[in-house]
């Protein structure tokens, strides 16, 4: 099982950012994804989530209307388009695939940095 995530990086406040995390390992359709991030000196946090197939998301309040979380199964790939960027959402960015059946599966990516600067 592989998260991979690229699209991190620099940008100045009030720019975008659009993170992909490419998975591969499992059966990507089936699962629920998840986008959290970790600033330092803070807890992890959920910021975006997206069902198995796309038919509804879930935003944390600091990002709602800013960042748009999607997926394409053909794939096997999750984005999360940041706008509006702030000093706030600087942050290590992690993918998560989540699945409950009979069991708990969950799958994490090694993260990717998001750094919000002038």
């Known amino acids: 099982v592989q998260l991979v995530e690229s699209g991190g990086g620099l940008v100045q406040p009030g720019g975008s950012l659009r993170l992909s995390c490419r998975a591969s390992?499992?059966?990507?359709?089936?699962?629920?994804m998840r986008w959290y991030r970790q600033a330092p000196g803070k807890e992890r946090e959920l910021v975006a989530a997206?069902?198995?197939?796309?038919?509804?998301?879930d935003y944390a309040d600091s990002v709602k209307g800013r960042f748009t979380i999607s997926r394409d199964n053909a794939k096997n790939t999750v984005y999360l388009q940041m706008n509006s960027l702030t000093s706030e959402d600087m942050a290590l960015y992690y993918c998560?695939?989540?699945?409950?059946?009979?069991?708990?599966?969950?799958?994490w990516g090694q993260g990717t940095q998001v750094t919000v600067s002038s």
């Open positions: 998560n695939a989540y699945r409950y059946f009979g069991l708990e599966y969950n799958y």
């Open positions: 390992g499992f059966t990507f359709s089936r699962y629920q």
């Open positions: 997206i069902t198995s197939v796309g038919g509804s998301t």
